[in-house]
């Protein structure tokens, strides 16, 4: 704030620098346990939920198995699920030193505050939200569920208070209603919930390797075209060399006219550290084949340590479940609070 910036009220300055400090801001994000992570969600979410411990003295992060039943889930595997996120989250570099890690539906207010801003929000507001529009449509008709996870995910979010939430751009919607049902209820019930802002990714979206018109995707069908945390180092080298390129053997980042080569050229650049420039210098003289080669040693350079790491963790189940308990305790006694004061305000007590 500059002198000509601070608010003449005591108590406007006060809140300036309550929203301000990154002492007493906090973070939450969450991810479904649909399977091990792939290499885009960890250069589009997960690299960046690490750093965000050491820039963020309160950081959540949560498995949202609630949202991830919005899909037919077994039961048996969604369990075996959940610990396998667990532990690709902790070989990533997530650290519940640093961080509350847990399991959403140990949390029992997430869904009690997800009914109650159900009720504050309309049916033409959800409608709209592009995810919506997208599934629904695939599946010719979803289900309420379906409908409604987006006023999950602001419960999510107001339930801790989040004054930061780190989202790609196609989440920016959904993020919008939880600022919308933050101000509907401070507006209705007096000032409880801060408005939460977006962290935007600044890491390149990863597209297929089959496909570079779409990103990259765990529900791809075709199978060479996600690299996963757990994929071997033979398995990298093999799906890299069957990615899509072009009939131009020179290494160049056009994303519009050579996107399967850009596509190569961004994932090298984001799992290197190096600029596009930089990797475009490494990779002069060289054609799309012995490039995919370059490519690939960088990949398993940096996957194959979080790919050890995973398999240890699967390997002692008992050290994930005492994380997750752990969490989850830290979880409901920031939650219970907020419920408590929720609860009151509505008139339930």
Not at 67 to 75: A, L
Not at 194 to 207: G, H, I, M, Q
Request: hydrophobic share 40%; proline share 6%.
């Amino acid at each position: 704030l500059t002198l000509r910036d601070t608010p003449k009220c005591e108590t406007c300055f006060r809140f300036i620098v309550l929203i301000t400090d990154p002492s007493l801001m906090r973070v939450f994000s969450g991810i479904q346990p649909t399977g091990v992570p792939h290499l885009g969600n960890y250069l589009g979410a997960l690299e960046s939920w690490v750093s965000l411990q050491n820039e963020y003295s309160s950081v959540l992060y949560s498995i949202v198995d609630l949202h991830s039943i919005t899909q037919p889930q077994d039961p048996q595997l969604l369990r075996e699920s959940i610990l396998d996120m667990a532990a690709s989250l902790l070989a990533c570099g997530i650290d519940p030193a640093r961080s509350i890690l847990f399991q959403q539906s140990v949390v029992s207010e997430h869904a009690e505050l997800c009914w109650i801003l159900g009720c504050l929000t309309s049916m033409p507001r959800l409608r709209h939200l592009p995810q919506w529009k997208m599934k629904s449509k695939q599946k010719n008709e979803g289900s309420v569920g379906l409908y409604t996870y987006p006023v999950l995910q602001a419960a999510d979010i107001l339930l801790y208070k989040a004054t930061h939430v780190p989202v790609g751009e196609d989440q920016v919607q959904h993020l919008e209603l939880a600022q919308d049902l933050a101000r509907i209820f401070n507006n209705k019930y007096g000032e409880l919930f801060p408005e939460p802002r977006a962290l935007l990714s600044s890491t390149r979206k990863v597209k297929s390797l089959r496909d570079p018109s779409c990103k990259m995707s765990k529900s791809d069908p075709q199978k060479f075209a996600t690299i996963f945390l757990t994929d071997t180092p033979e398995d990298i080298v093999f799906k890299i060399r069957r990615a899509v390129t072009d009939f131009t053997s020179e290494v160049t980042f056009d994303p519009e006219g050579r996107p399967g080569v850009s596509n190569l050229v961004s994932l090298h650049a984001a799992v290197s550290g190096l600029t596009v420039e930089d990797v475009l210098i490494q990779a002069r003289g060289l054609d799309t084949g012995k490039y995919k080669s370059l490519v690939s040693e960088a990949v398993v350079q940096r996957l194959q340590p979080i790919r050890l790491e995973i398999q240890r963790l699967r390997a002692d189940r008992g050290h994930l479940l005492s994380v997750l308990a752990e969490g989850g305790a830290k979880a409901r006694s920031l939650a219970a609070p907020v419920m408590t004061e929720v609860r009151k305000r509505v008139g339930f007590s």
